[in-house]
Protein backbone atom coordinates (compact mmCIF):
# COMPACT_ATOMS: atom_id res chain seq x y z
CA UNK A 1 0.00 0.00 0.00
CA UNK A 2 0.59 3.63 -0.25
CA UNK A 3 3.47 4.72 2.01
CA UNK A 4 4.24 8.12 3.75
CA UNK A 5 7.66 8.61 5.42
CA UNK A 6 8.48 11.57 7.72
CA UNK A 7 11.65 12.55 8.96
CA UNK A 8 12.94 13.32 11.58
CA UNK A 9 10.14 11.79 14.19
CA UNK A 10 11.65 14.08 16.52
CA UNK A 11 13.56 16.82 17.17
CA UNK A 12 14.90 19.43 19.63
CA UNK A 13 15.99 22.83 18.71
CA UNK A 14 16.65 25.98 20.52
CA UNK A 15 14.90 29.28 20.19
CA UNK A 16 15.65 31.24 16.95
CA UNK A 17 16.99 28.26 15.09
CA UNK A 18 15.43 26.49 12.02
CA UNK A 19 14.13 23.14 11.57
CA UNK A 20 13.31 21.14 8.95
CA UNK A 21 10.89 18.27 8.29
CA UNK A 22 10.56 15.95 5.34
CA UNK A 23 7.75 14.39 4.02
CA UNK A 24 8.52 11.72 1.42
CA UNK A 25 5.47 9.59 -0.17
CA UNK A 26 7.53 6.38 -1.01
CA UNK A 27 5.67 4.21 -3.48
CA UNK A 28 3.34 6.89 -5.50
CA UNK A 29 3.37 10.47 -6.69
CA UNK A 30 1.76 12.88 -4.72
CA UNK A 31 0.85 16.56 -6.39
CA UNK A 32 -0.53 17.66 -3.54
CA UNK A 33 0.74 17.10 -0.09
CA UNK A 34 -0.74 18.52 3.09
CA UNK A 35 1.11 19.69 6.29
CA UNK A 36 -1.11 19.47 9.79
CA UNK A 37 -0.18 20.47 13.28
CA UNK A 38 -1.77 18.78 16.55
CA UNK A 39 -1.91 20.37 20.15
CA UNK A 40 -2.22 17.34 22.83
CA UNK A 41 -5.34 15.54 22.97
CA UNK A 42 -6.36 17.78 19.76
CA UNK A 43 -7.68 17.13 16.21
CA UNK A 44 -5.71 18.31 12.91
CA UNK A 45 -5.22 21.53 11.95
CA UNK A 46 -4.55 21.99 8.55
CA UNK A 47 -1.65 24.22 8.27
CA UNK A 48 -1.31 24.44 4.36
CA UNK A 49 -1.56 22.31 0.79
CA UNK A 50 1.83 21.60 -0.60
CA UNK A 51 1.85 22.05 -4.71
CA UNK A 52 4.27 20.50 -6.70
CA UNK A 53 5.96 22.74 -8.70
CA UNK A 54 4.23 26.03 -7.62
CA UNK A 55 3.52 28.11 -4.12
CA UNK A 56 1.55 26.46 -1.09
CA UNK A 57 -1.33 27.35 0.10
CA UNK A 58 -1.74 28.21 3.31
CA UNK A 59 -4.74 28.51 5.64
CA UNK A 60 -5.69 31.52 7.92
CA UNK A 61 -3.66 32.46 10.48
CA UNK A 62 -1.05 30.48 9.48
CA UNK A 63 2.23 32.45 8.96
CA UNK A 64 3.69 31.66 5.69
CA UNK A 65 7.04 33.28 6.22
CA UNK A 66 7.38 31.14 9.27
CA UNK A 67 6.73 27.72 8.34
CA UNK A 68 8.63 27.41 4.71
CA UNK A 69 6.82 24.89 2.35
CA UNK A 70 8.78 23.66 -0.46
CA UNK A 71 7.55 20.71 -2.61
CA UNK A 72 9.97 20.68 -5.24
CA UNK A 73 9.59 16.96 -6.46
CA UNK A 74 6.22 14.19 -6.86
CA UNK A 75 7.74 12.77 -3.85
CA UNK A 76 8.87 15.45 -1.72
CA UNK A 77 7.53 18.17 0.36
CA UNK A 78 9.70 20.11 2.91
CA UNK A 79 8.40 22.40 6.00
CA UNK A 80 10.95 24.71 7.52
CA UNK A 81 9.90 26.31 10.84
CA UNK A 82 11.91 29.57 10.83
CA UNK A 83 13.19 31.08 14.02
CA UNK A 84 11.23 28.66 16.39
CA UNK A 85 10.34 29.88 19.36
CA UNK A 86 9.04 27.63 22.26
CA UNK A 87 5.38 27.99 21.28
CA UNK A 88 6.23 26.30 17.78
CA UNK A 89 6.68 23.19 19.86
CA UNK A 90 4.20 20.69 18.64
CA UNK A 91 3.80 17.73 16.39
CA UNK A 92 3.44 18.08 12.86
CA UNK A 93 2.02 15.70 10.27
CA UNK A 94 2.04 15.46 6.79
CA UNK A 95 -0.09 13.32 4.68
CA UNK A 96 -0.46 12.59 0.78
CA UNK A 97 -2.89 11.28 -1.63
CA UNK A 98 -2.35 9.01 -4.55
CA UNK A 99 -4.19 10.74 -7.72
CA UNK A 100 -7.28 10.24 -8.18
CA UNK A 101 -7.66 8.12 -5.24
CA UNK A 102 -8.41 8.38 -1.90
CA UNK A 103 -7.30 7.66 0.82
CA UNK A 104 -4.94 10.08 2.42
CA UNK A 105 -2.17 8.62 4.04
CA UNK A 106 -0.24 10.06 7.14
CA UNK A 107 3.29 10.75 7.96
CA UNK A 108 4.41 8.86 11.64
CA UNK A 109 4.75 13.09 12.55
CA UNK A 110 7.20 14.84 13.92
CA UNK A 111 7.44 15.97 17.32
CA UNK A 112 9.29 19.58 17.49
CA UNK A 113 10.76 20.90 21.12
CA UNK A 114 11.94 24.28 20.91
CA UNK A 115 13.37 25.00 23.96
CA UNK B 1 -17.42 26.86 10.90
CA UNK B 2 -16.90 22.85 12.21
CA UNK B 3 -17.54 20.99 8.76
CA UNK B 4 -17.61 17.60 10.84
CA UNK B 5 -18.92 16.99 14.01
CA UNK B 6 -17.75 14.46 16.34
CA UNK B 7 -19.09 12.38 19.46
CA UNK B 8 -18.63 11.61 22.30
CA UNK B 9 -14.81 13.08 22.63
CA UNK B 10 -14.31 10.19 25.00
CA UNK B 11 -15.65 6.89 25.30
CA UNK B 12 -14.51 3.66 28.03
CA UNK B 13 -16.13 0.27 27.05
CA UNK B 14 -15.41 -2.94 28.81
CA UNK B 15 -13.24 -5.63 26.76
CA UNK B 16 -15.70 -7.49 24.50
CA UNK B 17 -18.33 -4.84 23.79
CA UNK B 18 -19.38 -2.34 21.23
CA UNK B 19 -17.70 1.22 20.88
CA UNK B 20 -19.67 3.26 18.37
CA UNK B 21 -17.97 6.74 17.15
CA UNK B 22 -20.65 9.10 15.76
CA UNK B 23 -20.16 12.07 13.23
CA UNK B 24 -22.28 14.12 11.01
CA UNK B 25 -21.16 16.52 8.20
CA UNK B 26 -22.43 19.53 6.63
CA UNK B 27 -21.29 19.75 2.73
CA UNK B 28 -23.57 17.31 0.44
CA UNK B 29 -20.74 17.22 -2.08
CA UNK B 30 -18.64 14.88 0.28
CA UNK B 31 -17.79 11.83 -1.21
CA UNK B 32 -15.31 10.23 0.72
CA UNK B 33 -16.13 9.39 4.43
CA UNK B 34 -12.65 7.66 6.53
CA UNK B 35 -11.68 6.42 9.94
CA UNK B 36 -8.65 7.14 11.33
CA UNK B 37 -6.88 5.89 14.03
CA UNK B 38 -3.94 7.35 16.00
CA UNK B 39 -1.57 6.35 18.61
CA UNK B 40 0.03 8.45 20.92
CA UNK B 41 3.13 10.27 18.99
CA UNK B 42 2.01 8.26 15.61
CA UNK B 43 0.42 9.54 12.33
CA UNK B 44 -3.08 8.83 11.72
CA UNK B 45 -3.83 5.53 9.99
CA UNK B 46 -6.59 4.57 7.44
CA UNK B 47 -8.99 2.28 9.56
CA UNK B 48 -12.16 2.05 6.93
CA UNK B 49 -13.64 4.06 4.60
CA UNK B 50 -16.93 4.64 2.35
CA UNK B 51 -18.32 6.37 -0.05
CA UNK B 52 -22.29 7.56 0.01
CA UNK B 53 -23.19 4.93 -2.52
CA UNK B 54 -23.96 2.21 0.32
CA UNK B 55 -25.26 2.42 3.60
CA UNK B 56 -22.46 0.16 5.29
CA UNK B 57 -19.35 -1.15 5.12
CA UNK B 58 -17.68 -4.15 7.23
CA UNK B 59 -14.24 -5.07 7.55
CA UNK B 60 -13.77 -7.49 10.27
CA UNK B 61 -14.46 -5.91 13.81
CA UNK B 62 -14.57 -2.33 12.24
CA UNK B 63 -17.91 -0.87 10.35
CA UNK B 64 -19.20 1.91 8.97
CA UNK B 65 -22.57 2.82 8.98
CA UNK B 66 -23.86 5.96 6.61
CA UNK B 67 -27.03 7.40 6.82
CA UNK B 68 -26.76 9.94 3.77
CA UNK B 69 -30.40 11.68 4.21
CA UNK B 70 -29.07 12.25 7.76
CA UNK B 71 -25.71 13.22 7.00
CA UNK B 72 -24.55 10.61 9.58
CA UNK B 73 -22.03 8.18 9.77
CA UNK B 74 -20.49 6.12 12.38
CA UNK B 75 -18.00 4.22 13.46
CA UNK B 76 -18.80 0.54 15.02
CA UNK B 77 -16.06 -1.56 16.77
CA UNK B 78 -16.96 -4.92 17.41
CA UNK B 79 -15.65 -7.40 20.32
CA UNK B 80 -13.54 -4.05 21.58
CA UNK B 81 -10.27 -5.07 22.70
CA UNK B 82 -7.64 -3.41 24.86
CA UNK B 83 -5.54 -3.07 21.47
CA UNK B 84 -7.89 -0.63 20.15
CA UNK B 85 -7.53 2.17 23.12
CA UNK B 86 -6.67 5.16 20.85
CA UNK B 87 -8.17 7.98 19.32
CA UNK B 88 -10.13 7.68 15.95
CA UNK B 89 -11.25 10.68 14.04
CA UNK B 90 -13.65 10.61 11.38
CA UNK B 91 -13.08 13.10 7.86
CA UNK B 92 -14.81 13.83 5.13
CA UNK B 93 -13.63 14.63 1.34
CA UNK B 94 -14.55 15.25 -1.93
CA UNK B 95 -16.21 15.16 -4.83
CA UNK B 96 -13.06 13.22 -6.06
CA UNK B 97 -12.16 14.07 -9.34
CA UNK B 98 -9.65 11.55 -11.44
CA UNK B 99 -6.78 14.10 -11.62
CA UNK B 100 -7.32 15.59 -8.54
CA UNK B 101 -5.29 14.72 -5.63
CA UNK B 102 -5.96 18.61 -3.63
CA UNK B 103 -9.03 17.60 -2.08
CA UNK B 104 -8.97 18.97 1.80
CA UNK B 105 -9.81 16.53 4.73
CA UNK B 106 -12.03 17.89 7.16
CA UNK B 107 -11.52 16.25 10.29
CA UNK B 108 -13.64 15.51 13.16
CA UNK B 109 -12.45 16.65 16.86
CA UNK B 110 -11.17 12.98 17.44
CA UNK B 111 -12.63 10.12 20.07
CA UNK B 112 -10.77 8.94 22.59
CA UNK B 113 -11.03 5.22 22.84
CA UNK B 114 -10.34 3.14 26.60
CA UNK B 115 -11.10 -0.69 26.15
CA UNK B 116 -10.64 -1.88 29.93
CA UNK B 117 -9.48 -5.64 30.15
Not at chain 1, 94 to 108: E, I
Amino acid sequence: GAVVSQHPSRVICKSGTSVKIECRSLDFQATTMFWYRQFPKQSLMLMATSNEGSKATYEQGVEKDKFLINHASLTLSTLTVTSAHPEDSSFYICSAGRQGRSPLHFGNGTRLTVT
Amino acid sequence: QQQVKQSPQSLIVQKGGISIINCAYENTAFDYFPWYQQFPGKGPALLIAIRPDVSEKKEGRFTISFNKSAKQFSLHIMDSQPGDSATYFCAASGPFLPMNTGNQFYFGTGTSLTVIP
